[in-house]
T-cell receptor, first 111, second 113 residues
Framework: GENVEQHPSTLSVQEGDSAVIKCTYS??????FPWYKQELGKRPQLIID?????GEKKDQRIAVTLNKTAKHFSLHITETQPEDSAVYFC??????????FGAGTILRVKS | EAQVTQNPRYLITVTGKKLTVTCSQN?????MSWYRQDPGLGLRQIYY???????DKGDVPEGYKVSRKEKRNFPLILESPSPNQTSLYFC????????????FGPGTRLTVT
């Protein structure tokens, strides 16, 4: 089955710097790659997603890139702010039925 | 208000005592799913349902049961809970399977002693 690895497990950045979180997946049939943000004590919420027919997608300070050949995708957050501090999860979906998540990255933005 | 609700939010129980965690959505979503969240392991899918009366196993289905008799409800049943099922559980729904944004419920923290 699909396996998703996520790195790093923790990431500390200074406010205003950029943060990059990387994920790799194993099943070349995966075609949908969402990113979820989970603040402490709250539910996960979608922040951005990308489908396999697109290489990059941006939404204000957040961007996701996808390299299908290498089977990896990354989340980029620019101009980080303290409210970006949270746990971020990548995920991969195979044929739209099952969603497999990475283990998560704890992002700390220091002000 | 469009939402996914779960009950109870917190539950402490003993080994072997059957329990049900309810999940309900008011968005007419076809797809519903249950996940458990454990430190260092992320979110792992337990069961999912593509529509009424259609359910399938996720990655960690052992010890759990589900049913989907109505479109809005997707209860998670633990017939004989064990301590290794102590976890944070999330229900989620989406309009059409996992190719769309999943809307998560608030979570249920379960402790089995």
């Amino acid at each position: 089955g699909e396996n998703v690895e996520q790195h790093p497990s923790t990431l500390s950045v200074q406010e205003g710097d950029s943060a990059v979180i990387k994920c790799t997946y194993s099943d070349s049939a995966s075609n949908y790659f969402p990113w979820y943000k989970q603040e402490l004590g709250k539910r996960p919420q979608l922040i951005i997603d990308i489908r396999s027919n697109v290489g990059e997608k941006k939404d204000q300070r957040i961007a996701v890139t996808l390299n299908k050949t290498a089977k990896h995708f990354s989340l980029h957050i620019t101009e980080t702010q303290p409210e970006d501090s949270a746990v971020y999860f990548c995920a991969a979906s195979v044929y739209g039925n099952k969603l497999v998540f990475g283990a998560g990255t704890i992002l700390r933005v220091k002000s | 208000e469009a939402q996914v609700t779960q009950n109870p939010r917190y539950l402490i129980t003993v080994t072997g005592k059957k329990l049900t965690v309810t999940c309900s959505q008011n968005m007419n979503h076809e797809y519903m799913s249950w996940y458990r969240q454990d430190p260092g392991l992320g979110l792992r899918q337990i069961y999912y349902s593509m529509n009424v009366e259609v359910t399938d196993k996720g990655d960690v289905p052992e010890g759990y049961k589900v049913s989907r008799k109505e479109k809005r409800n997707f209860p998670l049943i633990l017939e004989s809970p064990s301590p290794n099922q102590t976890s944070l559980y999330f229900c989620a729904s989406s309009p059409l399977a996992t190719r769309d944004e999943q809307y998560f419920g608030p979570g249920t923290r379960l402790t089995v002693t």
